[in-house]
């Protein structure tokens, strides 16, 4: 068990290497209940979202999420975050749930409250302690909540997601109404590249559940696997590869942001950046030698320093070390061989387009 | 297969078999694997390097560290294991058969009296645990 964000968490169950691989060949299940659970309704939800993310709120549908960023008045990354229309609530208002990272959640809590300051028919509850999260990520996932849920309530597209209240998992007392507590939820999302789903029920059906996943054949992971699978999938990490002192742009994660909406936090900046360009870029690096690189081992073009590893580590998948950094823009073409110095050792590494893996 | 019980250890985590000819074999003990997790590369030094006692002779590399490799004996390497520098696996599975790492032609036989026993080796993990 280790440290990460406030929590303590399993950084591997068996091994991270098969556990990684568990995930590509069958199902692994992920406790990520550290993950922030805000949620947000009322007539004037819209209006916040509109306002802190980078995706225009009407056009998400209920039943329907997104991934997106909260960024900073200069443009820079806040977090980025996946936010769900959960079905509308009994008077026919809008309800949301902002799905953000664990390091993040208390900074996220205060944006969404300085930035609703002047709304009054909001409601904004934090459920990260009440709930927990599950995932379960693989080729096999739907053969294995099937076991858990009816198939007609399985979400039937990526981003999509369902609330199956007729079920087991959910928690309501006799006395609250039956949105005020948050679960259970089904989104098919994830943070590995394999198809998946997330499952978010109160705490009281958790431990069960988890049991009973395990029992139906799901393999359990840490935070190792996570990690690699992830990387492999070419999916940033808040605070590592994008965190407040970087841009979209930069991060070349452009098309999350929707220039065409209204006002949001940061598009001035943003705009004004596509203008002038910009002198540094995130790319993906798949290492031709041995040696796996890691966070801040400096990147190399033509022996000069252009840039720092952010993430790296060694993939399973394609038996090789990857890394993500960002790079001055001249060496960020795709194809450019760069090199890596790993402890001292210059290995060289080809610049490739993201992901490094995609499933097919 | 190689008997624990009767190899060499030093408090790095290397093990030495002396073979009857003056020679060594070196390796990574079972301790040293599991604390390591996942090994994806290893690196060895070339045939024909001399080493001296207690000096850097290589890296094992795991998804989540890198570790030094230093030799317990001085000497000259005369063999390396090719094997499980493609099967870097090997090193988490066998760690005392098929993971060995270098063969050492031994230039001071008296250095192996200074290193641990299997008894006192294993005293050393057993507070490392606690």
């Given at each position: 068990?280790?440290?990460?964000?406030?929590?303590?968490?399993?950084?591997?169950?068996?091994?991270?290497?098969?556990?990684?691989?568990?995930?590509?060949?069958?199902?692994?299940?992920?406790?990520?209940?550290?993950?922030?659970?805000?949620?947000?309704?009322?007539?004037?939800?819209?209006?916040?979202?509109?306002?802190?993310?980078?995706?225009?709120?009407?056009?998400?549908?209920?039943?329907?999420?997104?991934?997106?960023?909260?960024?900073?008045?200069?443009?820079?990354?806040?977090?980025?975050?996946?936010?769900?229309?959960?079905?509308?609530?009994?008077?026919?208002?809008?309800?949301?749930?902002?799905?953000?990272?664990?390091?993040?959640?208390?900074?996220?809590?205060?944006?969404?409250?300085?930035?609703?300051?002047?709304?009054?028919?909001?409601?904004?509850?934090?459920?990260?302690?009440?709930?927990?999260?599950?995932?379960?990520?693989?080729?096999?996932?739907?053969?294995?909540?099937?076991?858990?849920?009816?198939?007609?309530?399985?979400?039937?597209?990526?981003?999509?997601?369902?609330?199956p209240r007729h079920?087991?998992?959910?928690?309501?007392?006799?006395?609250?109404?039956?949105?005020?507590?948050?679960?259970?939820?089904?989104?098919r999302t994830g943070y590995t590249?394999?198809?998946?789903?997330?499952?978010?029920?109160?705490?009281?059906?958790?431990?069960?559940?988890?049991?009973?996943?395990?029992?139906?054949?799901?393999?359990?992971?840490?935070?190792?696997?996570?990690?690699?699978?992830?990387?492999?999938?070419?999916?940033?990490?808040?605070?590592?590869?994008?965190?407040?002192?970087?841009?979209?742009?930069?991060?070349?994660?452009?098309?999350?942001?929707?220039?065409?909406?209204?006002?949001?936090?940061?598009?001035?900046?943003?705009?004004?950046?596509?203008?002038?360009?910009?002198?540094?870029?995130?790319?993906?690096?798949?290492?031709?030698?041995?040696?796996?690189?890691?966070?801040?081992?400096?990147?190399?073009?033509?022996?000069?320093?252009?840039?720092?590893?952010?993430?790296?580590?060694?993939?399973?998948?394609?038996?090789?070390?990857?890394?993500?950094?960002?790079?001055?823009?001249?060496?960020?073409?795709?194809?450019?061989?760069?090199?890596?110095?790993?402890?001292?050792?210059?290995?060289?590494?080809?610049?490739?387009?993201?992901?490094?893996?995609?499933?097919? | 297969?190689?008997?624990?019980?009767?190899?060499?250890?030093?408090?790095?985590?290397?093990?030495?078999?002396?073979?009857?000819?003056?020679?060594?074999?070196?390796?990574?003990?079972?301790?040293?694997?599991?604390?390591?997790?996942?090994?994806?590369?290893?690196?060895?030094?070339?045939?024909?390097?001399?080493?001296?006692?207690?000096?850097?002779?290589?890296?094992?590399?795991?998804?989540?560290?890198?570790?030094?490799?230093?030799?317990?004996?001085?000497?000259?390497?005369?063999?390396?294991?090719?094997?499980?520098?493609?099967?870097?696996?090997?090193?988490?599975?066998?760690?005392?058969?098929?993971?060995?790492?270098?063969?050492?032609?031994?230039?001071?036989?008296?250095?192996?009296?200074?290193?641990?026993?299997?008894?006192?080796?294993?005293?050393?993990?057993?507070?490392?645990?606690?």
């Amino acid at each position: 068990m280790v440290p990460f964000a406030g929590w303590e968490m399993p950084l591997q169950y068996h091994g991270i290497l098969s556990e990684a691989r568990a995930v590509r060949s069958t199902v692994g299940l992920f406790d990520v209940s550290h993950m922030g659970r805000i949620l947000l309704s009322g007539p004037d939800a819209s209006t916040l979202l509109d306002r802190i993310l980078t995706f225009p709120i009407e056009r998400l549908s209920p039943g329907r999420a997104r991934y997106s960023f909260v960024l900073t008045e200069s443009g820079g990354i806040l977090d980025d975050v996946v936010i769900y229309r959960l079905g509308d609530s009994y008077r026919a208002e809008p309800r949301f749930l902002l799905v953000c990272n664990a390091n993040t959640r208390e900074t996220v809590n205060s944006w969404t409250t300085n930035w609703g300051q002047d709304l009054s028919q909001i409601t904004i509850q934090d459920c990260t302690h009440d709930t927990t999260m599950i995932a379960i990520q693989g080729p096999k996932s739907t053969e294995l909540i099937a076991h858990i849920l009816p198939k007609e309530t399985l979400p039937p597209r990526p981003f999509t997601l369902t609330e199956p209240r007729h079920s087991p998992l959910f928690v309501c007392e006799a006395s609250e109404m039956v949105e005020e507590r948050l679960g259970p939820l089904l989104s098919r999302t994830g943070y590995t590249g394999e198809d998946g789903f997330e499952l978010i029920v109160d705490n009281q059906v958790a431990d069960s559940l988890w049991q009973r996943l395990i029992q139906s054949g799901g393999i359990p992971c840490g935070l190792g696997a996570r990690d690699l699978l992830r990387l492999e999938a070419g999916l940033l990490l808040s605070g590592t590869d994008i965190h407040p002192g970087f841009s979209p742009i930069e991060a070349g994660v452009e098309r999350f942001v929707a220039f065409e909406q209204s006002d949001f936090v940061g598009k001035k900046a943003l705009l004004f950046q596509k203008l002038k360009g910009v002198e540094r870029k995130l790319i993906g690096i798949l290492m031709q030698g041995q040696g796996i690189p890691r966070h801040d081992y400096p990147i190399l073009h033509k022996s000069i320093v252009v840039g720092h590893v952010t993430s790296g580590g060694y993939s399973p998948t394609l038996d090789t070390g990857i890394a993500l950094g960002y790079v001055s823009i001249n060496s960020s073409t795709v194809g450019t061989q760069l090199s890596i110095d790993l402890r001292g050792r210059h290995v060289l590494g080809t610049v490739v387009s993201l992901p490094f893996y995609q499933r097919k | 297969m190689r008997d624990p019980s009767q190899l060499r250890y030093t408090k790095d985590h290397e093990w030495v078999d002396e073979l009857g000819d003056g020679s060594a074999v070196v390796g990574i003990t079972d301790f040293a694997q599991s604390q390591l997790g996942d090994i994806v590369f290893v690196q060895l030094p070339e045939v024909g390097t001399a080493v001296s006692q207690f000096g850097k002779i290589g890296e094992v590399e795991s998804v989540k560290s890198v570790s030094d490799v230093f030799t317990p004996i001085s000497g000259n390497v005369i063999e390396i294991n090719a094997k499980v520098q493609k099967h870097p696996e090997q090193l988490n599975t066998e760690p005392y058969d098929a993971g060995w790492l270098v063969k050492i032609l031994l230039s001071d036989m008296t250095e192996l009296d200074s290193l641990l026993s299997s008894d006192e080796y294993h005293h050393l993990i057993s507070i490392e645990e606690h």
